[in-house]
């Protein structure tokens, strides 16, 4: 068994590899929204120009429920899905960790 790294760790450390040259060479930017850093805000300016220059990843640690997604969210995440471009989600607790990829109806697929 692995280590548990939080949301909002793997976000970071995503953003701070891409940062210091890893992804050099794909045409891809990260853009992360993290609601810690106090501001919550993705602007359109900046968003716009990572996206005329190619490739955009763009991470959101949030919170969908305690235990379970909450069924109120199915609704929102199911477009997010459907998008062609989507690369899913990731989620979870301290050892165990599920990467959404699709939904089916109201049902969220994921792999353990």
């Known amino acids: 068994a692995g280590e548990w790294f939080s949301p909002s760790a ?3 450390a995503i953003q701070l590899l891409h940062a ?3 992804c050099a060479g794909w045409g891809l930017s990260v853009l992360l929204y ?3 850093d106090g501001d919550n805000t993705i602007y359109k300016a900046p968003a716009r120009r990572m996206l005329q ?3 955009v990843v763009l991470l959101m640690p949030v919170r969908l429920g ?3 997604i909450d069924p109120s969210y199915m609704p929102k995440v199911s477009p997010i899905l ?3 471009q989507s690369l899913g989600f990731v989620g979870g ?6 990467y959404f990829v699709a939904t ?3 049902q969220a697929l994921y792999l353990d």
């Open 10 to 12: 793997v976000c970071r």
């Open 93 to 98: 607790h301290p050892n165990s960790a599920h």
């Open 53 to 55: 220059e190619g490739a």
């Open 104 to 106: 089916q109806g109201s």
């Open 66 to 68: 305690m235990h379970t």
């Open 82 to 84: 459907g998008i062609p």
């Open 20 to 22: 210091e040259g890893a």
């Open 34 to 36: 993290d609601a810690s």
